[in-house]
């Protein structure tokens, strides 16, 4: 009688047992694919954490001035080396020390490139903004870096929506079947094993701006302009990071159509240079540097503050090359599957520039990024 009672306490047990692991598996799933956001942002997190470990040569971090400008695929063919952009839309000052941490904890490339935009702004924009955070940490996998931005920037009782997606995004299902399409592309990248973009996304347009464009006045222009002082003081902690790591880092500013009420972040991003330049690290302007790029302002952006194809191939062939030259960048050896995968990436960069042509001159404007529907065109393009 005993051993069956013992039976029967055992099958409970393991049903019970069984019985909370599937809730809780199904409760992760939920979590991972439905309950959550998925977008351009995060997929390209996840392609970056995808990503072998110790396997990128470079790293470039930064906001969407980052991932619309300098095509990763494109490099690799051209110059040999990986890369890879860990940058979200409108990321904020305060993000990007987590961004610098989260690359020096997963990666050793040999050069970081760090886009100075998020600084540069006069007010304190997009710091108290919770979608512009979320756009970042909800992408960085739980770790003491996420601790550490949760409990220094975010207010007490909304922590745990942090690290419990699932409590924040508990209505999303009400955007379903809106959202199929995003988890889709998330189960088609998470199959191959990786992003065949890097991460690269435009918007197929060519952009007539309405009123009178001044890049040709800040080839030469020298003035400077205080930075707000609380993105100062990010930019400063993020140098103090880059000092104690000893951190092989340069710093940059992508070319933008500058215009008379963004001026003045010309001569903030002349201010940004020399507090740089003060740390020991360098600074290149790249804005002033339009025309060495070889950039058409009348045919090569797609809205004020992004390149399209046309400008992102210019820069990317301009910057590429910078960086393996000037930076002695040697491409580490890679395994034959790391290579078939880099191959690959390279190929879909080229269809994706043929389409992307293919759309402008047919007056086509379309947001043209790594999902399944713009891959699913490019594989016979």
């Keep these: 009688m005993k051993n069956k009672r013992n039976k029967i306490y ?57 991932y619309t400008s300098f095509a990763s695929g494109r490099a690799y063919k051209d110059f040999g080396f990986t890369s890879y952009p860990y940058a979200t839309q409108s990321i904020t000052a305060s993000g990007m020390l987590t961004a610098l941490k989260e690359v020096v904890r997963t990666q050793t490339p040999q050069l970081i490139v760090i886009e100075v935009n998020a600084f540069l702004y006069k007010e304190k924009k997009n710091e108290s903004d919770e979608g512009h955070i979320r756009k970042l940490i909800d992408s960085v996998p739980f770790n003491q870096n996420k601790i550490d931005f949760v409990n220094e920037y975010i207010d007490p009782d909304q922590r745990l929506e942090y690290f419990v997606p699932l409590i924040k995004y508990h209505e999303l299902w009400k955007e379903y079947p809106g959202q199929l399409s995003s988890v889709f592309s998330k189960f088609d990248q998470d199959n191959r094993g990786g992003a065949y973009l890097k991460g690269f996304r435009t918007t197929t347009n060519m952009f007539k701006p309405p009123q009178k464009i001044l890049n040709e ?9 205080a930075l707000n002082p609380l993105l100062e003081a990010e930019l400063r902690e993020l140098l103090d990071y880059c000092k104690e790591k000893n951190l092989n880092v340069v710093f940059t500013r992508v070319p933008h159509l500058v215009y008379k009420q963004t001026f003045d972040r010309v001569k903030r991003s002349n ?54 030259e000037k930076y002695n960048i040697v491409p580490e050896k890679l395994s034959d599957e790391q290579k078939e995968r880099w191959d690959k990436s390279a190929k879909y960069f080229d269809k994706l520039e043929r389409y992307c042509d293919y759309l402008i001159k047919n007056k086509q404007k379309i947001e043209v990024k790594e999902d399944v529907n713009t891959l699913k065109v490019l594989e016979d393009y």
């Design 271 to 324: 201010r940004a240079g020399e507090i740089i330049n003060s740390y020991g690290y360098e600074y290149i302007n790249l804005e002033r540097d339009w025309k060495k790029i070889g950039l058409d302002l009348k045919t090569d952006f797609y809205n004020y503050d992004h390149m399209n194809i046309y400008g992102a191939v210019k820069m990317t062939n301009y910057l590429g090359k910078l960086i393996k």
């Design 10 to 66: 055992i099958t409970r047990t393991v049903k019970v047992t069984s019985f909370f692991l599937a809730l809780l598996m199904s409760l992760l799933l939920m979590n991972n694919l439905f309950l959550r956001r998925i977008d351009q942002n995060s997929l390209r997190m996840e392609g970056y954490y995808m990503e072998d470990f110790d396997s990128l040569d470079v790293v470039t971090i930064g906001a969407s001035d980052v």
């Design 217 to 225: 006045k800040i080839v030469n222009e020298e003035r400077t302009l």
